[in-house]
């Protein structure tokens, strides 16, 4: 942040709504000054309001005036502090969106001693005055960004302090026990035990095991927070194309019927069940002797390792006609799930229209596992999506557990448990009071950078900075 007091003592500017025309728009003024300056230019309806003795989280209708012009006619919120959003004095002017007017209201004020805010520094200002903790902080970036049902739904979790009191709850019971070994080395001498070792050793594993419950639940919420990336692979021809834009209702893939026309990868999200998936349309894989193809069809492999859910797509005509002597696709699907036992992989039959009603029935019910379908014909889609949507809400999300989608936080989270650990190991050893003690400080450290118990100017200069300002 460019001010380097850490009290932010004076007032800042900006426009809280987005840039542009529009109805309205929202500038907020936050800090010691914030109601004074206002209350210099405000003229109310009746001309004789005073901003400053009027009470918090009321609304006032009058004009924004510099000197006998009258800048617009705008309705004032007043919110004192500490009960404000920033903990200070806040003021917010809603004015018509006209990008003039805009301009005219924010340069008034910064010509008269306010400053403008710096990305996400009203935020800050909120962290700073303990109306809320860190993860809360950056759990607001998280929500203004959110763009599915999933990622607002973890956002308002964090940003409701499900996260923090987890954490908070964890660091205060190690917190107390640290306090007790921290005593025993003043006692050193005397060779005084003040720390039970046996609750001690349950405490750490109470510790460990929901450090790494939240751990594990980061694969999942970044996913869910970013979009669950889903490779659409097979063979070339079997209509992964042809898929894609049927789900995405778009022509956005090359559809042909030469083999090997998709040489890289093509991707698009779409929103299912308020999850948003990131589907990647891959090249065909067969051998070949086109280097480019051949490029393609590494980076298909690549998509694979790198997606949460893999649609494995086969050809129904090609499926009807296996024989001994043609045992099947060059991509099998046990081969598939052999080789990547951990994905979740969903075998669909595609171009049903091909077949005859007996034929179609007789696959489905040799396979009634399989999802059937027509991507030309977009017949079975619904089939697909229903079971996309299935697999989704078997996840954590829809038991209401904390789910980290933080990546800061998954670094912070894995070095605690590394350090309560080594706690563990070193009580179990009987390592002295005084190197447990250090481990102990370090996990303590690690779980405080994550609520901001722990700070400093770079580690929030790197989180505010990422804020749109006006937040």
């Not at 607001?140 to 908070?168: C, P, T, W, Y």
């Not at 991507?375 to 889609?381: E, H, L, P, Q, S």
């Not at 070095?415 to 650990?421: D, F, G, M, R």
């Amino acid at each position: 942040m460019n001010n380097t007091n850490p009290l932010y003592n004076d007032t800042i500017i900006a426009l809280a709504t987005s840039s542009g025309v529009g109805a309205i728009a929202v500038i907020r003024l936050s800090g010691p000054e914030a109601i004074k300056k206002i209350n210099r230019f405000f003229v109310s309806r009746s001309g004789k309001k005073d901003l400053t003795k009027v009470k918090s989280h009321t609304i006032h209708l009058g004009n924004i005036v510099e000197g006998e012009r009258i800048i617009d006619e705008v309705l004032v919120s007043i919110f004192k502090n500490p009960h404000s959003y920033t903990g200070e004095d806040v003021a917010e002017i809603s004015c018509h969106g006209s990008v003039y007017i805009q301009q005219e209201i924010i340069q008034l004020f910064l010509k008269n001693g306010v400053r403008h805010a710096n990305p996400g520094e009203f935020t800050l200002r909120a962290f700073l005055s303990g109306k809320m903790d860190l993860s809360q902080a950056e759990a607001v970036a998280d929500l203004i960004s959110s763009d599915s049902k999933a990622s607002h739904q973890i956002a308002m979790q964090q940003m409701r302090g499900g996260f923090s009191n987890e954490i908070e709850n964890l660091r205060k019971q190690l917190l107390d026990f640290a306090s007790l070994i921290e005593l025993e080395l003043d006692f050193a001498e005397e060779d005084i035990e003040f720390a039970d070792r046996k609750q001690f050793l349950e405490l750490v594993a109470r510790i460990q095991k929901l450090l790494k419950s939240l751990i594990d639940s980061f694969a999942y919420g970044n996913v869910l927070k970013n979009g669950i990336p889903v490779a659409i692979v097979g063979e070339p021809n079997v209509g992964k194309s042809t898929l894609l834009n049927a789900l995405l209702n778009d022509e956005k893939a090359i559809v042909s019927h030469i083999a090997g026309t998709t040489r890289d990868a093509i991707e698009d999200d779409m929103t299912i069940g308020g999850v948003t998936y990131r589907f990647i349309d891959t090249a065909g894989l067969r051998d070949t002797e086109d280097h480019v193809e051949k490029i393609g069809i590494r980076k298909t492999y690549e998509n694979i390792e790198k997606a949460q859910l893999v649609l494995h797509l086969m050809d129904a005509e090609q499926i009807q006609n296996l024989t001994a002597d043609k045992p099947g696709s060059k991509i099998s699907n046990k081969n598939l799930r052999n080789q990547y036992p951990d994905k979740e992989i969903l075998t669909i039959i595609n171009k049903t229209d091909l077949l005859s009603e007996a034929d179609h029935l007789k696959l489905k019910t040799q396979n009634p596992k399989l999802i059937f379908l027509s991507a030309r014909n977009k017949t079975g889609i619904d089939v697909l999506i229903h079971k996309l949507t299935e697999l989704a809400n078997t996840g954590i999300l829809s038991n209401n557990q904390t789910i980290v989608s933080n990546s800061r936080h998954f670094e912070a989270l894995n070095n605690a448990l590394q350090a309560i650990t080594d706690v563990q190991r070193g009580m179990e050893q009987g390592v002295s009071s005084d190197l447990v003690a250090i481990d102990i400080r370090e996990a303590l450290y690690q779980l405080g950078l994550i609520s901001g118990a722990v700070t400093n100017e770079d580690l929030l200069g790197n989180i505010f900075q990422n804020f749109c300002i006006g937040k």
